[in-house]
């Protein structure tokens, strides 16, 4: 027991006259060295004789304090009574010293402990007293024997054989007990160095084999430098700040006290966040325990309270802040800088925070590794992306990074059996409004069931690594091999690809590429380079300056005002929508690989005058930033775009046979007209007005170059030689249509789209100089042949390619004869196809719709056919050498025939003149 009558007591170290160089006793909670003293400015006060005066105001006013230090290391040395008579020999005794810790280097010194001394343990060790021990009576300072204490009139002083050491910081202890470095190295090194000035903690540590209860991913999480919020809530649960009272320190012996109290009972103690700490003490093992769990070491003393360890974590069942959300996840897959990002556009909170209530929506996501950005050339180029999304954060410029990590956020939860090959998943990025940004799925299957082990599976590209996808609450979590962009627009993605450049290159040439990049929702039907070449000169005509009013038409055409994903459409529909242009485009589905694009129709009959629907070519959508981009192998004209044989010709620049035709009376071919009237026209009846209205014209044009070989004055000279030669150049087409068959004529067949005539290898056409057609000439039609020596073209397709213009074709005039083999045949080097023409339904007797009229084209000549007139000799010469040879045939057998006969009538007549004997001459010896 201490005695009553209270003396002062000080231990005085025998070395105190060398203080600077003694080495205290080491124990097991750290110790306090004293380092030796620098120059300070008291120091050169003292030393100053003209200063002694300033010194002593200083040392009044209490304003050197620098030995701050070494006051409190003295004042642990000082008790405020006796030592007691009997000292335990199996558990320590706690003595209260007369130092009140304050903070070193602080600006206000509050005491550390409130209102509560320093506690100084002593115990009895084989009959020798030992002061300063730890909790376990171990380490410590011997005391002398009884005899050697020294009295005074207010005290005893007690001489020991070193330093008591000051008890160091929570901060120290956690940094250097050997038992707390995990738990060192999951509290923030900030957090630490506050920890110091944090007054009267009672603290619970969990021991290092404690964190062997959590997985890998939470530890790693813990360790990770995101974690520092759920670190600090940890140390928060386990840490109480006013035991039993204001300021109270729960020092074991306090705890047993109250456990005493409560009749052995357990009590509470509320933690700085105000966790219940179940305190217990077993009389029996005389240990007390925290929530059911034994102390392992107690009273650790500290400058600012006292720290005990415990075996396991206190963490409570309905406020564990290690509750592993996707972010936590995340961090403990080392997907620290994705996290990173994310937190740095304000997206964690609503993307990677799980515990947003089940009444919210599912996410899955797709992150990146630290090690694989490290690893990849092409995954730091994509990270490079965001940092430069990130540098932008101080200008408050996230859009860019933001709108690249949405797209790494699926909307919804998709496990690996919910892929399929070819699915498009919404991702968080939106455009457009509310419309969400797909992210394409690919799967690789080698067996039944889709699992890591047996199948391949991409997102956007990026390959799945690290195992089968992870379910954290309402969060889905796969690991991908690399970044995934969001998909550029439309003409970047066009031009990754060689096939589209001409596409492309009209885009720019129309300067539509902004427009079509800012319409919020889009999906583009992009033809392909072949396509725009099956336009022949049409396509020649849109490129021209002043045609590109109808060029923005035709492309503006292909833009689709909605979102079109080729695995949403349903086999069998076929769905209207609107373009950009203001007409409408149909798409059919016919079955999951056949999917066609057409125009408006009239009676079945597109009224851009294709033949063919468009076929698209792609199986699978291509992304674009604001859409999709599907293929197509056939550029789609809107109706509204008249492209007549007028413009064909100046698409061909063929001014020399545009310019003839306007010379002659043939010039309303050129704008859909109809024949100027005869005089024999007043009888004629509304059939051939309805003929003449519903037939087209092919022009064979020769070029510009072809009518160099010609002698144009010899034609100008004479209208009707011109019009003779206009003439040779123009085959009319007739609609097939029962009632324009009627009139005999030649039917263009099966066309295929954009050919202005059909064309078959020795197929004919009357021209409007053949007598068929009204003309004056016998040798007014015109054949077609293969030209066999061409070369293929490498747009010729590989299989059926015969009736195709891609490959040349000779056309001539048909029974012309020529010495040297020029001006009646011609080679066809480029073709283009008019504009439909709507036959109104008052002028058809057999429908009472409009009808679609085929009006002709152009086919482009690299030769003039000149109108062939037979010469002299191919007119009669030919006829008289005929009947020459024939009178000489004539003749030949007529007298041939009557030697014959005569010779018969003499051998008859001497035959009767014998009797029928023939006489013998006589033989002459």
Same mark, same amino acid.
């Given at each position: 027991?201490?005695?009553?009558?209270?003396?002062?007591?000080?231990?005085?170290?025998?070395?105190?006259?060398?203080?600077?160089?003694?080495?205290?006793?080491?124990?097991?909670?750290?110790?306090?060295?004293?380092?030796?003293?620098?120059?300070?400015?008291?120091?050169?006060?003292?030393?100053?004789?003209?200063?002694?005066?300033?010194?002593?105001?200083?040392?009044?006013?209490?304003?050197?304090?620098?030995?701050?230090?070494?006051?409190?290391?003295?004042?642990?040395?000082?008790?405020?009574?006796?030592?007691?008579?009997?000292?335990?020999?199996?558990?320590?005794?706690?003595?209260?010293?007369?130092?009140?810790?304050?903070?070193?280097?602080?600006?206000?010194?509050?005491?550390?402990?409130?209102?509560?001394?320093?506690?100084?343990?002593?115990?009895?060790?084989?009959?020798?007293?030992?002061?300063?021990?730890?909790?376990?009576?171990?380490?410590?300072?011997?005391?002398?024997?009884?005899?050697?204490?020294?009295?005074?009139?207010?005290?005893?002083?007690?001489?020991?054989?070193?330093?008591?050491?000051?008890?160091?910081?929570?901060?120290?202890?956690?940094?250097?007990?050997?038992?707390?470095?995990?738990?060192?190295?999951?509290?923030?090194?900030?957090?630490?160095?506050?920890?110091?000035?944090?007054?009267?903690?009672?603290?619970?540590?969990?021991?290092?084999?404690?964190?062997?209860?959590?997985?890998?991913?939470?530890?790693?999480?813990?360790?990770?430098?995101?974690?520092?919020?759920?670190?600090?809530?940890?140390?928060?649960?386990?840490?109480?700040?006013?035991?039993?009272?204001?300021?109270?320190?729960?020092?074991?012996?306090?705890?047993?006290?109250?456990?005493?109290?409560?009749?052995?009972?357990?009590?509470?103690?509320?933690?700085?966040?105000?966790?219940?700490?179940?305190?217990?003490?077993?009389?029996?093992?005389?240990?007390?325990?925290?929530?059911?769990?034994? &102390?392992?070491?107690?009273?650790?003393?500290?400058?600012?309270?006292?720290?005990?360890?415990?075996?396991?974590?206190?963490?409570?069942?309905?406020?564990?802040?290690?509750?592993?959300?996707?972010?936590?996840?995340?961090?403990?897959?080392?997907?620290?800088?994705?996290?990173?990002?994310?937190?740095?556009?304000?997206?964690?909170?609503?993307?990677?925070?799980?515990?947003?209530?089940?009444?919210?929506?599912?996410?899955?996501?797709?992150?990146?590794?630290?090690?694989?950005?490290?690893?990849?050339?092409?995954?730091?180029?994509?990270?490079?992306?965001?940092?430069?999304?990130?540098?932008?954060?101080?200008?408050?410029?996230?859009?860019?990074?933001?709108?690249?990590?949405?797209?790494?956020?699926?909307?919804?939860?998709?496990?690996?059996?919910?892929?399929?090959?070819?699915?498009?998943?919404?991702?968080?990025?939106?455009?457009?409004?509310?419309?969400?940004?797909?992210?394409?799925?690919?799967?690789?299957?080698?067996?039944?069931?889709?699992?890591?082990?047996?199948?391949?599976?991409?997102?956007?590209?990026?390959?799945?690594?690290?195992?089968?996808?992870?379910?954290? *609450?309402?969060?889905?979590?796969?690991?991908?091999?690399?970044?995934?962009?969001?998909?550029?627009?439309?003409?970047?993605?066009?031009?990754?690809?060689?096939?589209?450049?001409?596409?492309?290159?009209?885009?720019?040439?129309?300067?539509?590429?902004?427009?079509?990049?800012?319409?919020?929702?889009?999906?583009?039907?992009?033809?392909?380079?072949?396509?725009?070449?099956?336009?022949?000169?049409?396509?020649?005509?849109?490129?021209?300056?002043?045609?590109?009013?109808?060029? &923005?038409?035709?492309?503006?055409?292909?833009?689709?005002?909605?979102?079109?994903?080729?695995?949403?459409?349903?086999?069998?529909?076929?769905?209207?929508?609107?373009?950009?242009?203001?007409?409408?485009?149909?798409?059919?589905?016919?079955?999951?690989?056949?999917?066609?694009?057409?125009?408006?129709?009239?009676?079945?009959?597109?009224?851009?005058?294709?033949?063919?629907?468009?076929?698209?070519?792609?199986?699978?959508?291509?992304?674009?930033?604001?859409?999709?981009?599907?293929?197509?192998?056939?550029?789609?004209?809107?109706?509204?775009?008249?492209?007549?044989?007028?413009?064909?010709?100046? *698409?061909?620049?063929?001014?020399?046979?545009?310019?003839?035709?306007?010379?002659?009376?043939?010039?309303?071919?050129?704008?859909?007209?109809?024949?100027?009237?005869?005089?024999?026209?007043?009888?004629?009846?509304?059939?051939?007005?309805?003929?003449?209205?519903?037939?087209?014209?092919?022009?064979?044009?020769?070029?510009?170059?072809?009518?160099?070989?010609?002698?144009?004055?010899?034609?100008?000279?004479?209208?009707?030689?011109?019009?003779?030669?206009?003439?040779?150049?123009?085959?009319?087409?007739?609609?097939?249509?029962?009632?324009?068959?009627?009139?005999?004529?030649?039917?263009?067949?099966?066309?295929?789209?954009?050919?202005?005539?059909?064309?078959?290898?020795?197929?004919?056409?009357?021209?409007?100089?053949?007598?068929?057609? *009204?003309?004056?000439?016998?040798?007014?039609?015109?054949?077609?042949r293969s030209n066999k020596n061409h070369p293929k073209s490498s747009l010729d397709d590989k299989e059926d390619h015969e009736?195709?213009?891609?490959?040349?074709?000779?056309?001539?005039?048909? *029974?012309?004869?020529?010495?040297?083999?020029?001006?009646?045949?011609?080679?066809? &080097?480029?073709?283009?196809?008019?504009?439909?023409?709507?036959?109104?339904?008052?002028?058809?007797?057999?429908?009472?719709?409009?009808?679609?009229?085929?009006?002709?084209?152009?086919?482009?000549?690299?030769?003039?056919?000149?109108?062939?007139?037979?010469?002299?000799?191919?007119?009669?010469?030919?006829?008289?050498?005929?009947?020459?040879?024939?009178?000489?045939?004539?003749?030949?057998?007529?007298?041939?025939?009557?030697?014959?006969?005569?010779?018969?009538?003499?051998?008859?007549?001497?035959?009767?003149?014998?009797?029928?004997?023939?006489?013998?001459?006589?033989?002459?010896?």
């Amino acid at each position: 027991m201490v005695n009553k009558n209270h003396y002062l007591v000080i231990f005085i170290s025998i070395l105190l006259s060398n203080f600077s160089s003694t080495k205290p006793i080491e124990q097991q909670q750290q110790t306090f060295a004293i380092e030796p003293q620098t120059t300070t400015l008291i120091d050169l006060l003292s030393k100053s004789e003209e200063h002694s005066k300033l010194l002593q105001l200083i040392q009044i006013t209490r304003l050197d304090n620098q030995q701050l230090e070494l006051r409190q290391t003295l004042l642990y040395h000082l008790l405020n009574f006796t030592l007691p008579d009997s000292i335990p020999t199996e558990s320590t005794q706690s003595l209260d010293s007369l130092l009140f810790p304050v903070p070193f280097n602080a600006d206000q010194e509050v005491p550390l402990l409130g209102h509560q001394p320093q506690k100084l343990r002593i115990i009895q060790r084989d009959l020798t007293r030992f002061i300063g021990v730890n909790a376990r009576g171990q380490g410590g300072i011997s005391l002398p024997d009884s005899s050697e204490f020294q009295n005074a009139t207010n005290g005893i002083m007690i001489p020991i054989q070193s330093i008591l050491s000051l008890p160091p910081s929570l901060k120290t202890i956690i940094k250097t007990h050997p038992e707390l470095s995990t738990y060192s190295e999951i509290l923030p090194d900030q957090f630490l160095d506050q920890l110091e000035l944090l007054p009267h903690l009672t603290l619970f540590a969990p021991q290092n084999s404690a964190w062997n209860n959590l997985s890998s991913i939470e530890l790693d999480y813990l360790k990770s430098n995101f974690s520092a919020d759920d670190s600090i809530k940890l140390f928060r649960l386990a840490t109480a700040d006013n035991v039993l009272g204001n300021e109270g320190i729960g020092y074991s012996d306090l705890l047993r006290h109250e456990s005493d109290n409560h009749k052995g009972h357990s009590f509470d103690l509320l933690s700085i966040d105000g966790n219940h700490l179940s305190i217990g003490f077993d009389r029996t093992s005389k240990q007390l325990s925290i929530n059911g769990s034994e &102390i392992v070491e107690q009273d650790i003393l500290a400058s600012n309270g006292v720290l005990h360890i415990l075996p396991n974590l206190l963490i409570p069942s309905g406020n564990n802040p290690l509750e592993l959300t996707a972010e936590k996840y995340l961090i403990g897959l080392n997907c620290t800088k994705f996290v990173s990002l994310f937190r740095q556009a304000n997206l964690s909170t609503p993307y990677l925070d799980n515990q947003r209530g089940d009444d919210q929506k599912g996410y899955t996501i797709l992150a990146v590794r630290d090690d694989v950005l490290g690893s990849s050339t092409s995954s730091i180029e994509e990270y490079k992306r965001f940092e430069n999304s990130v540098d932008r954060l101080n200008n408050n410029d996230t859009e860019s990074l933001s709108k690249s990590l949405k797209y790494h956020v699926i909307e919804g939860n998709y496990l690996m059996e919910d892929l399929k090959d070819g699915l498009l998943l919404k991702t968080e990025l939106k455009f457009g409004g509310e419309s969400k940004q797909r992210i394409p799925v690919s799967v690789a299957t080698k067996g039944q069931s889709i699992s890591m082990k047996s199948s391949i599976i991409g997102f956007g590209g990026a390959n799945v690594v690290g195992g089968d996808p992870v379910k954290i *609450g309402n969060t889905v979590i796969y690991i991908l091999s690399q970044i995934v962009q969001p998909p550029s627009d439309l003409i970047q993605v066009a031009l990754s690809d060689i096939r589209f450049s001409t596409g492309v290159a009209s885009i720019f040439s129309a300067k539509l590429d902004h427009e079509f990049k800012n319409i919020s929702q889009l999906t583009y039907l992009m033809p392909t380079n072949k396509a725009f070449s099956n336009l022949g000169l049409i396509m020649d005509y849109l490129l021209l300056e002043k045609s590109k009013s109808d060029l &923005i038409q035709v492309l503006r055409y292909h833009g689709i005002l909605e979102l079109v994903y080729l695995n949403e459409l349903k086999i069998g529909n076929s769905q209207r929508y609107p373009t950009i242009e203001g007409s409408e485009l149909y798409i059919t589905v016919h079955s999951s690989n056949n999917v066609s694009v057409h125009g408006p129709t009239i009676g079945g009959v597109a009224l851009n005058g294709e033949r063919q629907d468009s076929e698209v070519l792609n199986k699978r959508d291509k992304l674009i930033e604001n859409g999709s981009m599907q293929f197509i192998n056939q550029v789609e004209l809107p109706s509204g775009v008249n492209i007549g044989i007028r413009k064909l010709m100046m *698409g061909a620049k063929a001014t020399t046979m545009l310019e003839l035709i306007q010379s002659s009376n043939l010039s309303w071919i050129l704008d859909y007209g109809s024949p100027p009237p005869s005089p024999s026209s007043k009888n004629s009846n509304q059939g051939e007005e309805i003929i003449n209205l519903g037939r087209g014209y092919t022009i064979l044009c020769p070029s510009d170059t072809a009518f160099t070989q010609v002698n144009l004055t010899y034609y100008l000279e004479d209208r009707s030689r011109l019009e003779s030669l206009i003439r040779q150049h123009i085959i009319p087409v007739y609609p097939d249509d029962d009632e324009f068959n009627s009139k005999e004529g030649v039917i263009r067949g099966d066309l295929k789209s954009f050919e202005p005539l059909y064309i078959k290898d020795g197929l004919i056409y009357p021209t409007l100089l053949s007598i068929k057609e *009204g003309g004056n000439s016998r040798y007014g039609d015109i054949s077609f042949r293969s030209n066999k020596n061409h070369p293929k073209s490498s747009l010729d397709d590989k299989e059926d390619h015969e009736d195709q213009f891609d490959r040349k074709w000779l056309v001539g005039i048909k *029974g012309a004869q020529s010495k040297n083999g020029l001006h009646d045949s011609s080679r066809i &080097i480029n073709f283009g196809r008019a504009s439909p023409k709507i036959i109104p339904s008052s002028l058809s007797s057999s429908s009472s719709n409009d009808q679609v009229s085929f009006a002709g084209g152009v086919l482009l000549l690299d030769m003039v056919l000149e109108p062939y007139y037979p010469s002299f000799w191919d007119r009669i010469g030919k006829f008289i050498l005929v009947s020459c040879v024939f009178f000489f045939l004539l003749s030949g057998l007529a007298f041939f025939g009557w030697k014959g006969w005569k010779k018969y009538v003499d051998l008859q007549n001497k035959n009767k003149s014998t009797n029928g004997y023939l006489v013998v001459e006589p033989m002459e010896e």
